[in-house]
């Protein structure tokens, strides 16, 4: 059974750095798109970045210049590393991964269960 594990969430005071960090176990045969979403408080869950196999990432705009987004394919993990976070970036954050688990079945989505990350002075 395919699981994604997040970690590295908390309080972080604005300004500061945080690294988010999702790891995938169990079996599976490739994992595609990975990424990071949000949701904050009385919001909707929202794209925060996703990055291919190939490495090449897109952001959310609000996100640009401030989050950067990769991954380690031979550990089966994505990060997420914030800088300058602002208050309104206080979310849990989700870990998502398209993932085929044999050759023969369909790509499928997988959720992490989200960490929180809290922004406050």
């Known amino acids: 059974q395919v699981q994604l594990v997040e970690s590295g969430g908390g309080l972080v005071q604005p300004g500061g750095s945080l690294r988010l960090s999702c790891a995938a176990s169990?079996?599976?045969?490739?994992?595609?798109?990975m990424g990071w979403y949000r949701q904050g408080p009385g919001k909707q869950r929202e794209l925060v970045a996703t990055i291919t196999s190939g490495g090449s990432a897109n952001y959310a705009n609000s996100m640009k210049g401030r989050f950067t987004i990769t991954r380690d394919n031979a550990k089966k993990s994505v990060y997420l590393q914030m800088n300058s976070p602002k208050p309104e970036d206080t979310a849990v954050y989700y870990c998502?991964?398209?993932?085929?688990?044999?050759?023969?079945?369909?790509?499928?989505?997988?959720w992490g269960t989200g960490t929180l990350v809290t922004v406050s002075s």
């Open positions: 998502n991964a398209y993932i085929q688990t044999t050759w023969s079945a369909p790509i499928a989505t997988y």
């Open positions: 169990g079996n599976m045969s490739s994992i595609y798109a």
